[in-house]
């Protein structure tokens, strides 16, 4: 079975630092990965996916994820955050077998961004 | 295209009461969801659908209904409104196919309140 743990429910980072958000997945099949962004008071957008070859995907508002396969990890990045990154971040894996298509969320990791 | 669309935006309903939140796509997808989010536990499958005539149990299933009887749309359906029940609800659509990765597309949520 598939599932997806995201370390850290909060994290604040200085506008123009790093953004880091940790996603780790355990899958016994090639995964399907995606991160979504949830402004507040809207729905959840997708940011980025990894389905197969390159594994440095790039995203929107500058955001991209490295599939690491030997760590099992799909970490979000952004060189330079900006006040406009604050929003919740959720990671996701794509399910196979009987409910193929559906996805798994993780809980969640808040990002605050400090001017 | 409008994308997903739900209504109503907010809703506080009596315990007991019933009610049915609606979901239509434009897409022409042929798999939708229905999600509950609540702080902290990330998202949480009720229902699906695969298409028209088909629906199927998510994980947290008990307490609702839903109907699927064209493409357009999935309505969710509450008949003993319960306190538990307090969550945002988002609908969810995505195109299976082809190949594809299944990203799912989001609406922008309902906000329901059980007293």
């Known amino acids: 079975a598939q599932s997806v743990t995201q370390l850290g429910s909060h994290v604040s980072v200085s506008e123009g630092a790093l953004v880091l958000l940790r996603c780790n997945y355990s899958s016994s099949v090639p995964p399907y990965l995606f991160w979504y962004v949830q402004y507040p008071n809207q729905g959840l957008q997708l940011l980025l996916k990894y389905t197969t070859g390159a594994t440095l995907v790039k995203g929107i508002n500058g955001f991209e994820a490295e599939f690491k396969k030997s760590e099992t990890s799909f970490h979000l990045t952004k060189p330079s955050a900006h006040m406009s990154d604050a929003a919740e971040y959720f990671c996701a894996v794509r399910t196979y077998g009987g409910s193929q298509g559906n996805l798994i969320f993780g809980k969640g990791t808040k990002l605050s961004v400090k001017p | 295209n409008a994308g997903v669309t739900q209504t109503p935006k907010f809703r506080i309903l009596k315990i007991g009461q019933s009610m049915t939140l609606q979901c239509t796509q434009d897409?022409?997808?042929?798999?939708m969801y229905w999600y509950r989010q609540d702080p902290g536990m990330g998202l949480k499958l009720i229902y699906y659908s695969v298409g028209a005539g088909i629906t199927d149990k998510g994980e947290v299933p008990n307490g609702y209904n839903v109907s699927r009887s064209t493409t357009e749309d999935f309505p969710l359906r509450l008949e003993l409104a319960a306190p538990s029940q307090t969550s945002v609800y988002f609908c969810?659509?995505?195109?299976?196919?082809?190949?594809?990765?299944?990203?799912?597309?989001f609406g922008p949520g309902t906000r329901l309140t059980v007293t």
């Open positions: 969810a659509s995505s195109f299976s196919g082809g190949g594809g990765a299944y990203e799912q597309y």
């Open positions: 897409m022409n997808h042929n798999y």
